[in-house]
């Protein structure tokens, strides 16, 4: 893979950059390079059905990702963090993730989400300010999805956390991948100047969590470059934390769902955390509050879109003999989840007031019981004077 | 066998405390800088790790935030871990885990993912130390919805309180006086102490209450004694709990007494004792005979340790105080 435009000023201050692995070229054809040769096996495991699951995946998290931008737009929502351009990294390694992983997101992983078995709505619960965590992690239906976390980075010290009770529980490298757990912790190129990201590095590290690290690298922390954030390319400051990493071509699914797949089944047999930065770019803006054209090159999103994950995976499946009538498929089940999704949207009603107060805390708190029965006699007073 | 009574410090019994806790479930956990080899910088941890093995007493790498924040992720999984932040004034990298992510968790997750997480912090001054060493930041905590505060002032209460805090399904900062780590004083390893959440009349008296948490408390006590001998009656509250604030019995004394000085380490402005003043001034009004008066730490960062008497409240500065509300 060539470094994007955004990146070539980079390489002078590294003695050796390898390549990312990629198993598509940018036409879509099958041309795994050096790198990806020792993730060849793992790709074998995908059958024709997989293949084509990953791209309705893709497909429909580009299209309810779509309708959320509008939605957004339409005041429906206050805000709405798009994931354009950034599905097959988080399609790859999600399909990779077993069902007994736990994943720890930051809040731009809709397709991961998706995977799992999250209903988007609960997303967009959030977005739209009538729950403030949208789904329920500890319930089996949401595949240990976690919360989404909104302070930068701090979500990789939980996956850690996690990590290591996973560790003192032994419930790792029993020789049973299909039992053992690992635990996946995804954030962003702009994430890696949080310290919190570098005290996950060193906490897993310490203890040989069994963990990855998935780093999106979309190239921009809203409007600064992933320049700013990093001299060298990311993924080799693993390397000063003794973790093994790896860089791959974020754009390609399979590579992707191979690295993710041989990384993750490394962590859960012992092999301590791994850290994978997929190159990938956002194709949109960081929330529906920003406006890249303020600070992203048209050479820049050019690049980027002539890479486009989606457009690649559909060459590659017409080679296979995917045929218009899979693709209309496709279409016509990403057209319905967006309807059925802004559908529901338009429903969500604002939730009850006692959510002010009812989880505050665990156990009865008298100064949220008080405040919690002023406000309701408060209300009922107002009500009862109309 | 073990006295029902006996006379320890209250790092000893801290250290009681914590390893009956983690005898008693084997999700507890501790984890904090120096805690297992060398006991902890103040040796109250000493010897759990020898006892219960270093993956439940666990000397973790030095960064605050991946304490807290990696202690969060162990609850997630179903541990009750205790984290040990070393000084006062070292808990500040951890301020947003704390604050935005272990305070909210409960909330955020609408009740599905209970943070009992519980944070020591050995807290204030009296020892002569270096700068961040001595500080009393409880008031940034007892702040911040969704974390309950509690602070021991005598080793009965630190025997107990550390367990019922370690119980608690909620994130609780337990603030340890230093100061006080060394003093003996009687533990009843047999009676149940108070609640963990409520004030405790620590001496009757009925011409002016004082309340104070933490070392303050022994100040407050040498105060009252030396009231006594010039025959003014002085009632002592132990505040015990910051966050909620038990009312009733601070309401009650004051309705008694009609004179309330609240007396603190911690600088005064926006501090746990402003929030206890403005209370008992809207709820106990007819009550008082007089305003209440706050005695409190300057508003100015820790002074050099040579000169920290001259910073810190003590019992003279509290006679003062109780001179200006009788003198009303």
Known sequence: MKLAPTQKHEVSHVAEVSPAVQFLSIDGAFAPNEAAEEYLPYLQELDEADHRRFYTDMAVTRRFDEECTNLQRQGQMGLWPPSHGQEAAQVGSARAARAQDVIFPSYREHAVALVRGVDIVDIVKVMRGVSMGGWDATDPANGNFRNYCLVIGSQTLHATGYATGVRFDGAYATGDVESDIAVMAYFGDGATSQGDVSEAFVFSASGQNPQVFFLQNNHWAISVPVTTQSRTPLYLRAAGFGIPSVQIDGNDVLASYAVSRKHLDDARSGGGPQLIEAMTYRIGAHTTSDDPSRYQTPEQLAYWVARDPIIRFETYLRAQGADDAFFDEVHTQAEDFSADLRQRTLELGAPPLSTIFDNAYSEPHPVIDEQKAWLQAYESSLTEGA | ?328
């Open chain 2, 1 to 328: 066998m073990v006295a029902a009574t006996e006379e320890l410090p209250l790092a000893k019994a801290l250290n009681a405390g914590l390893r009956a806790a983690l005898a008693a479930d084997d999700r507890v956990l501790l984890m904090g800088e120096d805690i297992g080899k060398l006991g902890g910088v103040f040796r109250v941890t000493e010897g759990l790790q020898a006892e219960f093995g270093t993956n439940r007493v666990i000397d973790t790498p030095l960064a605050e935030s991946g304490i807290v924040g990696s202690a969060i992720g162990l609850a997630m999984r179903g541990y009750r871990p205790v984290c040990e932040i070393q000084f006062d004034g070292f808990i500040y990298p951890a301020f947003d885990q704390i604050t935005s992510q272990l305070a909210k968790f409960t909330a955020r997750t609408a009740g599905a993912v209970p943070m009992p997480v519980v944070i020591r912090v050995p807290y204030g001054g009296h020892i002569g130390a270096v700068e961040h060493h001595q500080e009393s930041p409880e008031a940034y905590f007892a702040h911040t919805a969704g974390l309950r505060v509690v602070s021991p002032s005598t080793p009965n209460d630190g025997y107990w309180m550390i367990q019922e805090a370690i119980a608690s399904n909620d994130p609780v900062m337990f603030f340890e006086p230093k100061s006080r780590y060394w003093p003996k004083g009687p533990v009843d390893f047999a009676l149940s102490a108070a609640p963990l959440h409520s004030t405790r009349v620590v001496r009757t008296g009925t011409d002016v209450t004082v309340i104070g948490h933490g070392a303050m408390v022994a100040g407050l006590l040498q105060a009252a004694q030396v009231a006594a001998e010039e025959g003014i009656s002085i009632e002592v509250l132990d505040l015990r709990s910051l966050s909620p604030v038990d009312y009733a019995p601070i309401l009650a004394s004051v309705e008694k007494t009609g004179r309330l000085v609240v007396c603190q380490e911690a600088t005064g402005f926006a501090s746990v004792g402003s929030e206890i003043a403005a209370t008992v001034a809207e709820r106990a009004f007819y009550s008082l005979e007089s305003p209440v008066l706050r005695v409190s730490g300057f508003d100015t960062p820790y002074p050099a340790s040579k000169i920290e008497s001259f910073y810190l409240p003590d019992a003279d500065r509290v006679l003062e105080a109780v001179d200006r509300a009788l003198a009303f």
